[in-house]
């Protein structure tokens, strides 16, 4: 993110000082349309406690919170107000989530597992943008805006690795209550993760234009906490659990 900021100044103050940068001009060029397609990182801020050992670095154990791999695709719909002002709309599908990694040697006979949750999104952000014009052809866009989501589906996979008995995985669909279990032991429990299908927060995105090709990077801040349960089912509790992502986007304008 500094790197980023850094070469945004470094950017902006090699721009000629001329009226055609920023310009309070009516934008008559129309409504345009195009297509994105983002990689994603992703993550969901939350304190978690297991046993009342937080996840930290913990003598006899190492807990760690990655960021999880993913995507993003949808629609981009960009309306001119002025030469240096538009309102840009997007519905897209992405998937947040996020991964952890765990050797737990105080728990026993387990001596590692780790979580990974997928949910898929729906997701419309409505941004006014800011921009720079370099020539008719390219320029620089700035937006914030806030973003709304709905989930339209979810899973959390556990994979346990324990000493003597080999690999337990356990799969569970976020917004159903069936489960699967591909394990020895027998599995008598289908649990719902409670999760709420409603997201909101906002995008802040900085977009480089050339002719019709677009290249950026955006990132999403949740700001509604989508646990809707003090208590977890199990080992783990869970609290104020917002999403994070980070987004490097390609795109195209019709």
Not at 85 to 108: F, M, Q, R
Not at 114 to 119: L, P
Not at 187 to 195: A, E, Q, R
């Amino acid at each position: 993110m500094k790197k980023l900021l850094i070469f945004v100044v470094m950017l902006l103050a090699t721009l000629p000082a001329s009226a055609k940068v920023v310009s309070g001009a009516r934008d008559t060029c129309g409504f345009k349309f195009g297509m994105k397609g983002s990689f994603t990182l992703n993550s969901m801020n939350h304190e978690a406690v297991q046993y009342g050992y937080l996840l930290k670095e913990n003598g006899d154990g190492i807990i760690k919170i990655r960021p999880l791999t993913s995507f993003a695709v949808g629609f981009a719909m960009d309306f001119p107000i002025l030469e240096s002002l538009h309102l840009n709309l997007e519905l897209k599908y992405e998937l947040k989530g996020h991964k952890v990694t765990a050797e737990d040697k105080y728990v026993g006979t387990i001596e590692n597992y780790s979580i990974v949750e997928r949910n898929g999104y729906l997701e419309f952000p409505i941004q006014p943008q800011f921009r720079l014009n370099f020539s008719p052809k390219s320029h620089l866009n700035f937006n914030v805006g806030p973003y709304i989501a709905f989930a339209l589906h979810g899973n959390l996979q556990q994979n346990i690795h324990v000493a003597n008995q080999g690999d337990i995985v356990y799969k569970y669909y976020t917004f159903t209550s069936h489960s699967e279990k591909k394990t020895i032991w027998d599995n008598t429990n289908d649990v719902k993760t409670p999760y709420s299908r409603f997201d909101v927060g906002f995008a802040f995105a900085i977009d480089y234009v050339y002719n019709k090709f677009h290249i950026g990077a955006s990132y999403d801040l949740g700001i509604k906490d989508i646990y809707k349960l003090e208590v977890d089912r199990s080992m783990v509790l869970f609290r104020s659990i917002k999403n994070r992502t980070a987004l490097f986007t390609v795109g195209w304008d019709f």
